[in-house]
């Protein structure tokens, strides 16, 4: 028997057009997981280029069960291009999160279609009463209108989880890619996932941590859980004052992915610290012009699956 309701597992460094598959041991229903990002990757390559599309999502999204197990999958859609045609590569890291059916699982959760920036998403039926919702990021798009790169100061993107009459939650949000005279990308849309989960005994336990560049930081659960991971709610990268650079390579994430304990990495031997290693958003061109530390920020939850009472 498991000694959590609760599934928290990582995949990383998914490319382009690369799937990712996740196995439970249990079977759960379709509305009892959701999978969002615990980081990206944008890289030209050797030169730095102005930017007119990049973004990344999480497309077929499909769950099977069969022999008392369930398979989640999926593929990894991104972009990253200027107007010479120029392209780079994307890579993700994706984590799902999943309810095991139990006496007090009782959980919602959802990847709705992606919704305009400054819009909110589908409405998610919700089978909790009185729930804590969180929401993440799963995904995003940005691009100029007609066939123009330009120069960047800042890219961002942020989601937040709404509870409506009727027991209904949405997720609502804002992305920005812009240049320092205001110039902004219009072509814009979001993806998020939702976890709705019981306010009194819950099966995950979060807690909210802002991550700037830096050493090792960690988050306290309250509670012993046995596994965990650091899921994207958003996240800012400005180049300093207002000045206008190129990319080279972009990325939002932290170093806890090439531990040798897999999908527990940050999670510590006591389970109830989850350890940052290097959380780092960064973005730099050749000329050595990189991120303002002080602008520059990724904003996380830090999700365990509480441990069962034996």
């Known amino acids: 028997m498991s000694d959590s309701f609760g599934v928290v597992q990582l995949a990383y460094d998914i490319p382009i057009g690369g799937q990712f598959?996740?196995?439970?041991?249990?079977?759960?229903?379709?509305?009892?997981f959701c999978l969002g990002l615990a980081g990206f990757v944008f890289?030209?390559?050797?030169?730095?280029?102005?930017?007119?599309?990049?973004?990344?999502s999480l497309t077929g999204i499909s769950l099977s069960t069969a022999n008392g197990k369930s398979?989640?999958?999926?593929?990894?859609?991104?972009?990253?291009?200027?107007?010479?045609?120029?392209?780079?590569?994307?890579?993700?890291?994706?984590?799902?999160?999943?309810?095991?059916?139990g006496p007090y699982s009782?959980?919602?959760?959802?990847?709705?279609?992606?919704?305009?920036?400054?819009?909110?998403?589908?409405?998610?039926?919700?089978?909790?009463?009185?729930?804590?919702?969180?929401?993440?990021?799963?995904?995003?798009?940005?691009?100029?209108?007609?066939d123009s790169d330009q120069g960047v100061n800042q890219i961002s993107a942020t989601v937040t989880a709404y509870l409506n009459s009727g027991n209904i939650a949405t997720i609502g949000g804002t992305c920005v890619l812009a240049e320092?005279?205001?110039?902004?990308?219009?072509?814009?849309?979001?993806?998020?996932?939702?976890?709705?989960?019981?306010?009194?005994s819950p099966v995950f336990e979060i807690k909210a941590f802002r991550a700037k560049k830096g050493g090792a930081t960690s988050v306290t659960?309250?509670?012993?859980?046995?596994?965990?991971?650091?899921?994207?709610?958003g996240f800012n990268v400005q180049y300093s004052g207002n000045h206008d650079h190129k990319v080279k390579k972009?990325?939002?994430?932290?170093?806890?992915?090439?531990?040798?304990?897999?999908?527990?990495?940050g999670l510590q031997p006591d389970h109830k610290t989850f350890m940052f290693l290097g959380p780092q958003?960064?973005?730099?061109?050749?000329?050595?012009?990189?991120?303002d530390d002080n602008l520059s920020y990724a904003d996380y939850v830090v999700i365990g699956a509480v441990k069962t009472q034996s």
Do not use: C, W
Not at 21 to 32: E, L
């Open 21 to 32: 598959s996740f196995t439970v041991d249990g079977v759960i229903a379709s509305n009892s």
């Open 43 to 56: 890289d030209y390559g050797d030169n730095d280029n102005n930017i007119l599309d990049m973004g990344v």
């Open 71 to 101: 398979t989640i999958t999926g593929t990894v859609n991104g972009v990253l291009e200027d107007d010479d045609h120029h392209t780079g590569n994307v890579y993700t890291q994706v984590i799902l999160i999943a309810a095991l059916p």
């Open 106 to 146: 009782q959980v919602t959760m959802a990847n709705p279609p992606s919704f305009s920036s400054g819009g909110t998403s589908e409405q998610i039926p919700l089978t909790v009463e009185s729930p804590s919702l969180t929401g993440m990021l799963s995904g995003f798009s940005m691009g100029y209108s007609g």
């Open 180 to 200: 320092s005279s205001k110039t902004k990308a219009t072509n814009l849309s979001l993806y998020g996932a939702l976890l709705a989960d019981a306010s009194s």
């Open 221 to 233: 659960f309250d509670n012993e859980v046995s596994m965990a991971q650091a899921l994207l709610v």
């Open 250 to 265: 972009m990325s939002v994430s932290y170093n806890n992915f090439y531990s040798p304990t897999g999908s527990n990495a």
């Open 281 to 291: 958003p960064f973005m730099r061109d050749d000329s050595d012009n990189s991120q």
